[in-house]
């Protein structure tokens, strides 16, 4: 399974951004997708999680109401809709996939794609 995150940029705070992962070699049927991000001198950090296997769909406290994902099956892409941004949102976001389950390490990873919060 091969991942493709992209969209990340520069934002304003509280301006918005869509980050896109498409994902090849496998179904989001099947795989469950996540989105991570690492900051500059933080941890990687799980921010949402969306599985078509049980249906979950998970977010960050630290997200939750600014964030959206979702998944578009005929395109094999997941999203992440960024609203209300703040500056501590700035980090590399990742996007990785799992076979049917979300996982808090995923065996499969995209590049990263930087966020960039300024005014």
């Known amino acids: 399974v091969q991942l493709q995150a992209s969209g990340g940029g520069l934002v304003q705070p509280g301006g918005s951004l869509t980050l896109s992962c498409v994902v090849s070699?496998?179904?989001?049927?099947?795989?469950?997708v996540g989105w991570f991000r690492q900051g500059p001198g933080t941890e990687r950090e799980g921010v949402s999680c969306i599985s078509n296997s049980d249906g979950t769909i998970y977010y960050a406290d630290s997200v939750k109401g600014r964030f959206t994902i979702s998944r578009d099956s005929v395109k094999n892409t997941v999203y992440l809709q960024m609203n209300s941004v703040k500056p501590e949102d700035a980090a590399v976001y990742y996007c990785?996939?799992?076979?049917?389950?979300?996982?808090?390490?995923?065996?499969?990873w995209g590049q990263g794609t930087l966020v960039t919060v300024s005014s």
């Open positions: 070699g496998g179904t989001l049927d099947i795989y469950a």
């Open positions: 990785a996939a799992d076979a049917f389950y979300c996982s808090r390490s995923p065996n499969y």
